[in-house]
């Protein structure tokens, strides 16, 4: 098990080194920061010359990078477009949308398992079909669209919930905005629940359990569901990672002042410090969620734990 | 005459695929006294696995259905019995070995735990002493080091072991009757023997009836009291081991005596019965066997053999053919 | 959020019913071993170490490929899609989105056929009006006629779409099908750098990347989905040629002597691509909403291109009194993309009908 996580983490250091560099080349290579820093206006050659000195980047481009990393190691992400310090923002931000994706999470965990075990269990009746479209529906509308339409219904047209969210982002009023930005991962786990429940309620070890003589319900809670439920438990996972990073459209949607938002501020002022460091915080939170999940993988599962 | 352990009567299995209905099983009749074994002997897609999940009642359904027939046991109908009853019964009474006891075993579940739900279901005993007596269970099958090995998972275990603990599952409950579902099939051949023993020592020791469902000729001639042998869903010859082997009343019973490598034939041809099985979707008429007989007549063809009582010449108890030409056979 | 479209999720495995847990499971069953033929189908241990759970191992696909049309003997696969065109005609859901996705095509062609106005004249006296004679949608913020728009806006989403999958379903089958079939390092490499891709959330890339790649055209979005969306198919593809490889008949032309290029393309590829169809069908659906989503933020398609996403932004501030600028779009993004989804679907469920 300790040998199993250590090489996850080894395995996990390329592909962290080969995201941030991606999102630096983009920023730093594709794009002019220091162009950006002066706006409209025409720079100062001088000025330039300078801030590209301090910033290394009269340098190769891994230099630049390593510096960059360097200097994040040791906790320095730079300034913002205000002069705040970057983490600063972060230390605001982060929280928000921690809080709203636990929401997102709750709300696609208690509805998404319930309609996944119900339907998979009755599957081929009326609420199992009803389920599988109703899911395809909800994928296919974008979360921009759905997100608009509850916040219009919810927040405006019924008056059942503040259609923007104060900057505090208190809990009570992030749960629209959690379910909108949970919306698409539900559909996901119950179709994956259902997935899984059908293919393991045909497994061999269920037949034997029935052949045990056991109820019913002790087949489906003690080897269906423990067997099925598994995929599902990694997915969640997965999804809290991908949940914060994917929180913009939602963020925008609400005025939520967490991650999505300031990177959006930081893009559209050109900010390269801001969205480097936030993407970087990101990559690093999204791998990190992948790790645990592997490892949950593993406690959930002997056949990998003693692989 | 006292009621037969299990009496399965004309049971009728069909398949919905989506080629047309397949008559998997088509009035298939057997039956087993306590302590008793009985072979059931056929190719694979023979109805002879079906035929006992249908007897179990872990039919896959759909795509399967029992369409008609009894299956009696203890002279009850376990068909028509209800769900509570008959789930009592399964496990208790009744006990199954499936074939590939890696995927029959929940791979997310200790095995002693696996062994213990038999106690604490059947017998409502404490957490505590099912553990204890799965234990028991374990060493009682062989396996070395049982009260270490309980807290293993199933894949950690080697293929003979892993059938021992589906033979130990199995014989939880002391069951009055056991059915065998090809138990040695995916073993190696010397772990084969030692199970196959196994299973027979303790069938003796708690005077089991036992249903060992095979195609394994070699298998039937030790451990067997009385033969069925299925083809395309149904008996087409019921007999005492000794008997059938000695003299054949079906020509595929013969074809398949024939297919086994004797030591002492070295350098003959091996027998093959020509052709393949039918497809359940498409039986041939008359009877099923006829395109694939050397023996088969035009009657063979239209009329569908019904199964003939075969009295041999001590007059054998309790013998049948479904062949148009069983005396012929008999005395070839 | 896990937008449909984000590649770290295999949609088949959660939009259709996921396959076996190793790829090629439970085989059997098929017309020739017969319904009572029960194969021993349980979970199979995983190979090697987990992929981030088995909805992502390689390949979500039970019976394999060409296995229908009668196994090694008839190793072209026509069976396999003459049987699945055989279920899908019969099949509501495949009719109605294949019907729904021809006419979208036309109108991305001709809009002119069923839309006679200018999409870009606008009547700012009429700005925000509802729907009058002739204009049955209403009138957008600049007085423009929301029917027209919603029709020419199908062109945007139906290039973005056909192009990108396009790009990516070629880009990742070829690297993936090589790494499927010839292994060792290559494989390796391909695998770490298809990681990379899956370490970026898609739409913080997709703001970096356009947002300093800019241009009017639809180009920089084509190509930054191909850039994220092709390790998704690379992946699907390398499973399917690996379990296709290891097939009898495939076995025998190697060891005949065929050229590897020769099994690589007569006898592994047509019956390793239907996985990777039915994926990029359903990926064609989820890059149409990802360029909307772009499109939403402003990164994506820029004005004066006619975009469902650009003019379902521009509404979403107007939603308090002008809904139906939004209802349409959004309307007939939403109808479009679950086209293609329902469509990729329904595929899947023919070629693999033992899942249904």
Redesign the interface.
């Known amino acids: 098990m300790g040998r199993?996580a250590l090489?996850?983490l080894l395995q996990m250091i390329?592909?962290?080194i080969?995201?941030t560099f991606?999102?630096f080349f983009?920023?730093y290579a594709?794009?002019d920061p220091v162009a950006a820093l002066f706006g409209d206006k025409a720079p100062d050659p001088a000025t330039a010359a300078r801030i590209r000195k301090d910033l290394y980047l009269d340098e190769p481009l891994w230099r630049q990078y390593a510096h960059y990393m360097g200097q994040i190691f040791s906790g320095h992400f730079g300034t913002a477009f205000n002069g705040q310090p970057v983490t600063e923002l972060m230390a605001s931000a982060f929280p928000v949308t921690l809080r709203l994706t636990l929401v997102?999470v709750a709300f696609e965990m208690a509805l998404g398992l319930t309609l996944g075990v119900l339907s998979g269990l009755r599957r081929g009746r009326g609420l199992d079909t009803s389920v599988l479209l109703l899911t395809?529906?909800v994928?296919?509308?974008?979360?921009?669209?759905s997100g608009?339409?509850l916040?219009?219904l919810f927040g405006?047209s019924w008056g059942w919930a503040r259609p923007s969210v104060s900057p505090e982002a208190p809990l009570n009023e992030l749960l629209l905005p959690g379910v909108v930005?949970?919306l698409?991962?539900l559909?996901?786990t119950t179709?994956?629940t259902r997935?899984?429940i059908?293919?393991?309620a045909?497994?061999?070890?269920v037949?034997?359990?029935?052949?045990?003589?056991?109820?019913r319900h002790?087949i489906v809670t003690?080897?269906l569901l423990?067997?099925s439920l598994?995929?599902v438990v990694?997915?969640i996972g997965?999804?809290i990672g991908?949940?914060m990073?994917?929180?913009?459209?939602?963020e925008?949607?609400f005025n939520i002042h967490g991650v999505g938002y300031q990177?959006?501020q930081g893009?559209l002022r050109?900010n390269s410090p801001t969205?480097v460091g936030f993407?970087t915080v990101?990559?690093i939170v999204?791998?990190l969620a992948?790790l645990l999940?592997?490892l949950l993988?593993?406690v959930?599962?002997?056949?990998?734990r003693?692989? | 005459m006292a009621a037969r352990l299990l009496d399965v009567r004309d049971l009728r299995v069909e398949f919905r695929t989506r080629d047309g209905i397949a008559e998997a099983v088509g009035g298939v009749s057997y039956a087993v006294d306590a302590g008793r074994t009985l072979a059931v002997l056929g190719e694979s897609g023979s109805g002879k696995s079906v035929t006992a999940q249908a007897v179990m009642g872990i039919l896959d359904s759909p795509p399967g259905r029992v369409t008609g027939g009894q299956v009696l046991f203890r002279g009850r109908d376990l068909l028509t019995m209800g769900a509570e009853e008959r789930r009592r019964i399964r496990g208790a009474a009744l006990a199954m070995i499936f074939q590939d006891a890696l995927s029959a075993l929940n791979p997310v579940l200790p095995v002693g735990a696996q062994l213990a739900e038999m106690y604490e279901v059947h017998r409502g005993m404490s957490r505590r002493d099912a553990r204890r007596r799965a234990v028991e269970l374990m060493d009682r099958v062989r396996i070395p080091a049982a009260g270490q090995r309980a807290g293993d998972y199933p894949h950690q275990f080697s293929g003979g072991m892993r059938q021992r603990i589906m033979i130990a599952m199995a014989m939880a409950l002391e069951p009055d009757l056991i059915i065998a579902d090809e138990p040695t099939t995916a073993l190696d051949v010397t772990v084969q023997a030692q199970v196959m023993e196994l299973l027979a020592e303790l069938r003796r020791e708690y005077a089991m009836g036992l249903v060992l469902i095979t195609h394994d000729l070699g298998v039937v001639a030790d451990v067997a009291d009385t033969i069925a042998v299925m083809y395309a869903g149904r008996i087409v010859e019921t007999a005492p081991v000794r008997d059938l082997y000695r003299r054949p009343a079906h020509p595929y019973t013969r074809g398949l005596l024939d297919s086994v490598p004797r030591v002492d034939d070295r350098g003959e041809r091996l027998y093959a019965i020509k052709g393949a099985p039918p497809s359940p979707l498409a039986l041939p008429s008359g009877c099923p066997f006829h395109p694939r007989c050397p023996r088969a007549q035009e009657v063979c063809r239209v009329e569908r053999p019904p199964l003939y009582e075969v009295t041999a010449d001590a007059g054998a108890d309790g013998r049948t053919s479904a062949c148009h030409f069983w005396k012929e056979e008999l005395h070839a | 959020m896990p937008e449909p479209f984000d590649p770290r999720y295999d949609m088949t495995e959660a939009i259709a019913p996921a396959g076996g847990r190793g790829g090629g499971g439970g085989g059997g069953g098929g017309v020739g071993g017969g319904p009572m033929d029960l194969p021993a189908s349980g979970p199979q241990p995983l190979k090697g170490g987990p992929r981030r759970g088995p909805w992502r191992l390689a390949l979500p696909w039970r019976g394999e490929p060409g296995r229908r049309s009668g196994g090694p003997a008839a190793p072209t696969g026509r069976g396999l899609w003459t049987d699945a065109w055989h279920d899908l005609r019969r099949n509501p859901v495949f009719v109605a989105s294949a019907l729904i996705i021809v006419f979208l095509v036309l109108i991305a062609i001709w809009p002119q056929l069923i839309a006679s106005g200018n999409p870009y004249h606008g009547d700012l006296a009429r700005a925000q009006d509802g729907p009058a004679p002739g204009h049955p949608f209403g009138y957008d913020l600049q007085g423009r006629d929301v029917y027209t728009r919603t029709v020419y806006g199908a062109r945007a989403s139906i290039t973005v779409g056909i192009c990108a999958t396009l790009g990516a379903a070629l880009l990742g089958s070829v690297l993936g099908g090589l790494a499927g079939y010839f292994g060792g390092w290559w494989d390796t490499l391909l695998s770490r750098i298809a990681d990379v891709f899956f370490g970026i959330p898609i739409l913080l890339g997709g703001l970096v990347f356009l947002s300093v790649v800019t241009s009017g055209s639809v180009w920089p979005v084509v190509g930054f989905i191909v850039l994220l969306g092709w390790p998704q198919i690379s992946r699907i593809a390398r499973g399917s040629v690996v379990t296709v490889k290891e097939h009898d008949y495939v076995q025998a032309a190697r060891v005949l002597g065929a050229s590897s290029g020769r099994t690589l393309l007569r006898h592994i590829a047509p019956n390793a691509v239907a996985p990777v169809i039915v994926v990029a069908t359903i990926a064609l659906g989820t890059y149409i909403s990802l360029e909307a989503t772009l499109s939403f933020l402003g990164v994506g398609l820029k004005p004066p291109t006619v975009s469902w996403g650009i003019d379902i932004s521009s509404a979403a501030t107007q939603i308090r009194n002008a809904p139906h600028m939004l209802l349409w779009p959004a309307g007939a993004l939403s109808i479009t993309v679950l086209a293609f989804i329902m469509l990729g679907d329904a595929v899947r469920d023919a070629l693999d009908p033992k899942l249904r």
Request: hydrophobic share 50%; aromatic share 12%; proline share 5%.
């Open positions: 199993y090489r996850r390329p592909v962290f080969g995201s991606l999102i983009m920023v594709l794009g997102a395809l529906v994928v296919s509308v974008p979360t921009f669209v608009t339409v916040q219009y405006v930005l949970g698409v991962s559909a996901y179709r994956l997935t899984s059908v293919e393991n045909r497994a061999d070890y037949r034997t359990a029935v052949a045990k003589g056991l109820p002790r003690r080897h423990r067997n598994i995929p990694t997915f997965t999804d991908a949940l990073g994917g929180a913009i459209v939602t925008r949607i990177l959006y893009i050109q969205v993407v990101l990559v999204f791998l992948n999940v592997d993988y593993a959930l599962d002997p056949r990998i003693y692989a």
